[in-house]
């Protein structure tokens, strides 16, 4: 099975930038397709965004779009999401997680059903002062 840890969160000011990594390791990370989730205290897992396993296609949620970009490099075994124009309210643990639908990538609503993912790595705390 492929392991999958989430990095680089950390605390930043309102409007800063930040880039979280997910890295694989221990299986077939090319072939899954690659969604990114948040949580925050009191809250239900949320799907921000997902790419497809050859990182050709993405989609967003729109609290994220235009602000967050996904990409992967499959020779290094990581995705990446850019985070810029962070905002107070995107405060959360952030995971990462394989879709197991397919190559492709779900729609935005599906991104609901977290039963569609698997081998959530351990979150990374990302915290937007005001």
């Known amino acids: 099975d492929v392991q999958l840890q989430a990095s680089g969160g950390g605390l930043v000011q309102a409007g800063g930038s930040l880039r979280l990594s997910c890295a694989g390791s221990?299986?077939?990370?090319?072939?899954?397709?690659i969604g990114w989730f948040r949580q925050a205290p009191g809250k239900e897992r949320e799907g921000l965004g997902c790419i497809s396993s050859s990182g050709g296609n993405t989609i967003y949620q729109d609290s994220v779009k235009g602000r967050f970009t996904i990409s992967r490099d499959n020779a290094k075994n990581t995705v990446y999401m850019q985070m810029n124009s962070l905002k107070p309210e995107d405060t959360a643990v952030y995971y990462c997680a394989a879709f197991l639908g397919g190559p492709g990538i779900p729609t935005t609503q599906a991104m609901g059903d977290l039963g569609m993912f698997d081998y959530w790595g351990q979150g990374t705390l990302v915290t937007v002062s005001s």
């Open positions: 221990g299986g077939p990370f090319d072939d899954y397709p």
